[in-house]
């Protein structure tokens, strides 16, 4: 990171979905109808890029493709923050998009064959490769550069494609046999158009027949590649972008009017130790938004209100020194040895209680990452941060702002540290 | 000074109170399994115009969609329950709501979740229960290693933690039933921190008790233990109402995401500070003592 573009800018918090409204989807990827010649981690990795290069061309703003491996399978998670059209948006990314052209079966004299319904039969389209193999032509041998275009007399919309060199040899051949035929186009399986072959064609085609979102998803979907497995949604979390904002700001008056309640409260208490207290509150406030900035922990719902939840148990630890501050007061210490006294006696404590608090939250993260659950995950991060943050602004703040007090000969009297006067 | 020792047996009687029934529930009704370990979709539909929840019911038992679990929740909209449904369906069902009902809807929010996820769900939340225990466990051990019987203290601790998840827990599956309230995998996450929150308090207490003990305060434990409990008083109800009063203000005006989470945390803290100053050191004493005695013991080993 360079300075001014991170450590000093001033970034924008990280939001999570359920914050900003999106698709949080999961796809388990089925590995046993991948290719045996393949490695398993080929064709996840492979399955993942080419769902990355999918969503990237489809305009998502930092979108998320994780894939999970586990005893269950193997799994692809997508995150799709702001996505509008999500139907369309999922139909691009778990569509297998395995294109190939099929012509009519046909039989010795040249007629269509026709199946128990009496529909035509469609049979791959092969020719010989530059090498001389037989070979089918399919979606592999696209250039990356499909693209939608309008048909300038009708206006609709067609997918324009380049073959690469093999491609080339291939369609040649294929066109040539079949002029004043029909080709199929198949997607998946599906039949999309069957335009009739008017000339022998090498390098380029259309394909007609589609909506203009269809047309949209191929042409990116011709460019990703096909995946080589085919991908089925196993969860799925779609959260409105104004749900997403109505959740913020009631999390975000929650945690002031809970903060605020706190601080009233420790003040009244405990006075001065009190209002010390406070003060330590700030800086663990801005310490820990400093880091959900720099890391950057990306904030959750839940992901705030663990952040709340510490700010609550943040003032554990000076409660305890206030304690021992009082009772070693009342002792007749001296206000900087009760100070000193104080910490030391609550360290023990401070220490083993916060212990429980970082086993919790280790396997709580654990938990959330063995199925991708951001939400448990916000939780567990924000908590764990805050309860280590805390046990140090308890610790060194506070006690560095009591030191300073007592250094001025400031606040006295053991009355501002809650001490009734004997 | 108040004698919270001495008033044990009632506090192990209020506790029996809330515990009993509660087990009783979990028996007879169990938790009501969200999304998240059950599968199926629960989406939350926005209605452009106002719709009865009688509408609403008819028009999806018409749909073939009988089993369907509908609830009010505020503005107009409505929660709805169903079995796995796919994109499609989805899309479909939004589409002939819309018909039947004549309005425009919005699915402001939409989670569904496959049997073969739920399944693992379900499987990783036991092992994360189990590990966490074990943790805590050996935590606990370990942070009473220099008490004079860790074993006894650590089993004490264990009791009232227990103590403290059976309460969140119950209250759950009693919610279940009486508002329909489901479990997800953030109760799960809130049960968890609950149990990082409540032996933090009882190691404090019990911090003090063995203070008092090492002092020397008193030759009767009984004595010990109440002025180790009467002195974290002050800190336990003070930390226990900061946070409480964060997490109240969490419950009542933060958003419905959360409010599992914040219920388990809001219910798992209130117990522990209870049963960090009424219960735990209180089973130390009855260990030491019997249930009934209020005689002078001999002094205990230090």
């Not at chain 1, 691009?92 to 190939?100: N, R, S, V, Y």
């Not at chain 1, 148990?313 to 206030?322: K, S």
């Not at chain 2, 933090?200 to 010990?224: A, P, Q, T």
């Amino acid at each position: 990171m360079l300075p001014g573009n991170g450590i000093f800018g001033r970034d924008e918090f990280k939001l999570g979905l359920d914050l900003k409204g999106g698709s949080h989807l999961v796809y388990s990827i089925d590995l046993t109808k991948k290719d045996p010649a393949q490695k398993d981690a080929d064709v996840i990795d492979g399955v993942k890029r080419k769902i990355e290069r999918r969503v990237n061309a489809y305009g998502v703003t930092e979108p998320i493709v994780q894939t999970i491996r586990n005893e269950r399978g193997s799994f692809v998670l997508v995150q799709l923050p702001g996505v509008k059209d999500i139907d369309e948006a999922m139909k691009l990314i778990g569509q297998t998009a395995e294109l190939d052209f099929r012509e009519l079966k046909v039989d010795e004299a040249g007629k269509p064959v026709l199946d128990e319904q009496g529909k035509e039969q469609w049979v791959k389209a092969t020719a010989k490769g530059s090498d001389g193999q037989e070979r089918e032509l399919a979606g592999k041998y696209l250039k990356p550069n499909a693209q939608v275009v309008l048909q300038p007399q009708t206006n609709e919309p067609e997918v324009a494609f380049e073959w690469n060199s093999e491609g080339a040899v291939l369609f040649e051949q294929i066109t040539q046999r079949n002029l004043q035929k029909p080709l199929g186009i198949f997607l998946d399986n599906q039949l999309i158009s069957a335009p009739t072959v008017q000339a022998v064609i090498k390098e380029k085609g259309v394909i007609t027949g589609l909506n203009i979102d269809a047309a949209r998803t191929l042409a990116i979907q011709l460019n990703s590649g096909s995946l080589d497995v085919p991908l089925q949604i196993v969860e799925r979390r779609d959260i409105g972008a104004t749900l997403g904002e109505d959740s913020l700001r009631k999390s975000l008056m929650a945690g002031i009017i809970g903060s605020a309640m706190v601080v009233l409260f420790m003040i009244a208490y405990y006075r001065f130790s009190g209002f010390v207290a406070c003060l330590a509150l700030v800086v663990f406030v801005a310490l820990n938004l400093a880091i959900f900035k720099l890391i950057p922990v990306v904030l959750t719902l839940p992901g705030i209100a663990g952040f709340i939840v510490s700010i609550g148990m943040g003032v554990d630890g000076n409660v305890l020194v206030a304690e021992r501050l009082k009772e070693e007061l009342r002792r007749g210490r001296t206000l900087g040895a009760a100070i000193e006294e104080g910490f030391r006696q609550s360290w023990t404590a401070i220490f083993d209680a916060n212990v429980t608090v970082f086993i919790a939250c280790i396997v709580l993260y654990w938990l959330g990452n063995t199925f991708g659950n951001f939400l448990v995950i916000g939780f567990a991060t924000t908590l764990f941060i805050g309860t280590a943050l805390s046990m140090f602004t308890q610790v060194v703040v506070t006690r560095t702002f009591l030191r300073t007090v007592v250094g001025l000969g400031m606040a006295r009297s053991p009355g501002a540290y809650g001490v009734a006067k004997q | 000074m108040i004698d919270l020792v001495g008033k044990r047996n009632w506090f192990f009687l209020i506790s029996a109170i809330v515990i009993i029934p509660g087990i009783i529930s979990l028996a007879v009704f169990g938790l009501k399994p969200g999304v998240d370990f059950s599968s199926g979709t629960a989406m939350t539909l926005d209605f452009e115009k106002e719709v009865e929840l009688s509408q609403l019911r008819q028009e999806l038992t018409d749909l073939g969609y009988d089993k369907a679990i509908v609830q009010p929740a505020g503005k107009g909209d409505f929660f709805l329950r169903l079995p796995e449904i796919s994109a499609e369906e989805t899309t479909k069902l939004k589409e002939s709501l819309e018909t039947g009902l004549d309005t425009k809807i919005t699915i402001s929010s939409l989670y569904s979740v496959s049997p073969v996820v739920a399944k693992g769900t379900v499987r990783n939340t036991i092992i994360a229960v189990v590990v966490a225990s074990i943790g805590i466990l050996l935590y606990i051990s370990w942070a009473f290693r220099k008490m004079p019987k860790p074993l006894r203290w650590g089993t004490c601790a264990v009791i009232a933690l227990m103590h403290d998840l059976v309460v969140v827990i119950a209250v759950f599956s009693i919610l279940g039933w009486a508002a329909g309230m489901e479990v997800d995998a953030l109760f799960v996450t809130g049960v968890l921190a609950v149990v990082g929150v409540s032996v933090n308090n009882i190691v404090v207490v019990f911090d003090r008790i063995r203070e008092n003990l090492k002092r020397g305060v008193s030759h009767d434990f009984e004595v010990i233990a109440n002025y180790g409990i009467i002195e974290s008083l002050g800190r336990s109800l003070n930390t226990g109402l900061a946070t409480l009063f964060v997490i109240v203000a969490l419950y009542l005006l933060g958003g419905v995401t959360t409010h599992t989470l914040v219920l388990a945390l809001l219910i798992g803290i209130a117990t522990g500070i209870y049963s960090s100053l009424c219960i735990a050191g209180q089973l130390l004493v009855v260990w030491e003592k019997g249930l009934t005695s209020r005689q002078k013991a001999a002094p205990s080993p230090a």
